[in-house]
């Protein structure tokens, strides 16, 4: 378990900006220490924890150390699939819903680093999930991964528009799935077994 991090690995884990982060620490709120020789902060687990405590930041992200996903797609077996292939990898916290509704409710109470977004869902279609994330300052930091089997270019860049990060079409390697998952979360794209 990790119990020292640098500026940028909490602001990460805090969902707030590194600037903010040194600002707490330059200002006393966020306690630490600098690198002997160098100014590079460093921030303790216990102080880390307390800092966010103390601001209402949920402390799971620094509990489990593990990325929250959420899948959301009306193709159960998919969302089966990608439930299984994530939890088995280790480094996610899996949470799935099968509607657009479902992901609105789920986003805002899980708070996921990074969204699976099916485009063609029976409520409420992808492309308004993501203009609902986006129109949420608190979520800039969500990532948004859209699948669907559909294809034209235009719809696509409509989805970029709307504030998706990526696109994968349908049907996609789960492997590949992971690998731009870890890209956009920055982190470690091999797991270490």
Do not use: W
Not at 9 to 38: M, Y
Not at 74 to 83: A, M, R, Y
């Amino acid at each position: 378990m990790k119990t020292v991090f640098t500026t940028g690995e909490a602001a990460k884990i805090c969902k707030v900006s590194q600037q903010t982060i040194i600002r707490c620490f330059d200002s006393g709120q966020l306690k630490g220490f600098r690198v002997p020789g160098s100014r590079f902060r460093r921030i303790p687990r216990d102080q880390l924890y307390a800092f966010m405590r103390d601001n209402g930041i949920p402390t799971d992200a620094l509990d489990s150390g593990k990325r929250k996903l959420l899948i959301v797609d009306d193709d159960e077996d998919l969302v089966d699939l990608l439930v299984d292939h994530f939890q088995r990898d280790g480094r996610f916290d899996v949470r799935s819903v099968n509607n657009g509704f479902g992901a609105g409710m789920m986003i805002k109470e899980f708070r996921p680093d990074l969204v699976v977004l099916d485009i063609m869902l029976p409520d409420i279609n992808g492309l308004e999930v993501c203009q609902l994330v986006r129109g949420d300052k608190t979520m800039d930091d969500v990532r948004i991964i859209c699948i669907s089997g559909m294809v034209e270019e235009d719809k696509i860049q409509k989805l970029r528009d709307a504030g998706a990060n990526d696109f994968m079409k349908k049907p996609f390697d789960v492997d590949a799935l992971t690998t731009r998952v870890c890209q956009l979360l920055d982190v470690e794209t091999a797991a270490s077994s």
